[in-house]
């Protein structure tokens, strides 16, 4: 099946083109070292079929992993400290010094999507934000010992910190301005945290005790993940809602439902330190956040799936509005900002005269929202209309939902998805 787009000017059908050997929603990207003295990261099909092992890049003593909205690799390296960057299919693209942070400690790194990054500094307390080009942007402190990091969804960063009988899980924003924190209790020092698809946060200790937590810091449930000997230090939640753990002391990745029930067990061939999981959603979130809503919060957007375009597999879906109200999503080819006469919220899609520019909006009945969700979700591929345009590899569409607020109306943040 093509995927279109419906839109009030040529619609967007996604052409049909070869995939690239990428990292596949699912898929696990892992960290390992000392094999015969080279240190890489493999990527791995969820069922544990090794895919390839990219060359390795500079540097020894590598420390965790990330991935970002583009598809590129990350690691930090101990000996010398840089940051290592990969294309999506495993090749070296740049490395970098970071020569603010400590040398040989365990660690992590994690990506905004900007593709500003983010290297934990554990021995100092500090996290290091770099460009991606590698330009010191600037350093916040954290005040504990800080471990593993993730950059969810909503372009937010959460750490992982211990020290002084405190272990926290601390949340941050893109500037770098700490706005909460999640007491994890003195049974579990966390390691690593990551977001699942329902949005809720999964920590995990090195004595192997996991947690699940909303992210104001309510405890979900527990599980101990006794498969493992010891040494877990990374964790990350697959699309399908199941967890990976690492260990570096086994050497193996352990697959688990969210009950704790055991679904598999990985041996590699090296000791393994971070691991990180090609995520379902895409695309780059701008003008963030949006206007707050009647709701309180603003409204807010994402797009899950696959960019690749001969995936035919992209939806689009917007949280966090006003229950009971009805709106739909736009489409442009173009970015802007306008502000219409009595919104609360600005549009971010705009042509500016440009007449090669396109757009328009989803507005068919089953592509609005009314009801008492608060939600709103449409599957790309399913909308079947003409006249259409072909959506070549490289082109990069940008999504907003519009939405009635209490009498007004106001939209969610933005996003800009590049197919691939």
């Excluded at 929603?25 to 240190?39: E, K, W």
């Excluded at 750490?159 to 601390?170: E, K, L, R, Y």
């Excluded at 924003?173 to 994890?184: A, L, M, Q, S, Y």
């Excluded at 527990?222 to 000997?229: E, K």
Aim: hydrophobic share 40%; aromatic share 8%.
């Amino acid at each position: 099946m093509q995927h279109t787009i419906r839109t009030l000017i040529p619609v967007l059908v996604l052409a049909s083109t070869p995939a690239l050997a990428q990292l596949q929603p699912g898929d696990l990207l892992v960290n390992q070292f000392s094999v015969a003295g080279q240190d890489r990261l493999v990527h791995y099909l969820p069922d544990g079929t090794l895919v390839n092992h990219p060359p390795t890049g500079p540097g020894d003593i590598w420390f965790g992993v990330a991935i970002s909205r583009t598809g590129q690799w990350m690691t930090r390296t101990a000996a010398p400290v840089r940051v290592n960057v990969f294309d999506p299919t495993g090749s070296l693209v740049t490395s970098f010094p970071t020569p603010e942070v400590t040398g040989n400690a365990v660690s992590d790194l994690a990506v905004f999507s900007d593709g500003t990054i983010v290297v934990v500094d554990s021995p100092n307390s500090e996290l290091e934000f770099y460009s991606p080009a590698g330009v010191h942007l600037g350093t916040h402190a954290a005040l504990l010992s800080t471990r593993g990091a993730h950059v969810d969804r909503n372009d937010e960063l959460w750490v992982c910190g211990t020290g002084s009988g405190v272990n926290v899980i601390w949340r941050i924003d893109r500037n770098g301005t700490h706005v909460g924190t999640i007491d994890t209790s003195a049974a579990l020092r966390p390691e690593d945290v990551d977001m699942a698809p329902d949005g809720t946060l999964w920590t995990m200790s090195a004595s192997r005790l996991v947690r699940q937590f909303t992210t104001d810091g309510t405890l979900l449930s527990t599980f101990f993940a006794s498969a493992a000997t010891a040494g877990m230090h990374g964790i990350a939640a697959a699309p399908d809602g199941t967890l990976w753990l690492a260990s570096w002391q086994d050497g193996a990745l352990y697959h688990y439902d969210t009950s704790g029930t055991l679904l598999g067990t990985f041996p590699t061939p090296a000791l393994t330190w971070s691991i990180a999981i090609q995520k379902t959603y895409v695309g780059v979130p701008y003008c963030n956040p949006g206007a707050p809503a009647s709701t309180g919060s603003p409204g807010r957007i994402e797009a899950t799936g696959n960019p690749v375009t001969s995936a035919n597999d992209v939806m689009l879906n917007a949280f966090d509005l006003p229950p009971g109200e009805f709106g739909y999503f736009l489409v442009s080819s173009g970015q802007g900002i306008v502000q219409p006469p009595g919104s609360r919220g600005q549009l971010c899609l705009a042509c500016n005269g440009d007449p090669a520019c396109r757009d328009g909006r989803y507005s068919r009945p089953e592509q609005i929202l009314q009801g008492p969700t608060g939600s709103l979700t449409i599957n790309l591929d399913a909308l079947l209309v003409s006249p259409v345009t072909a959506v070549q590899p490289g082109e990069t569409w940008n999504f907003q939902c519009w939405f009635r607020d209490q009498g007004s109306s106001n939209f969610t943040n933005a996003l800009a998805v590049t197919f691939l």
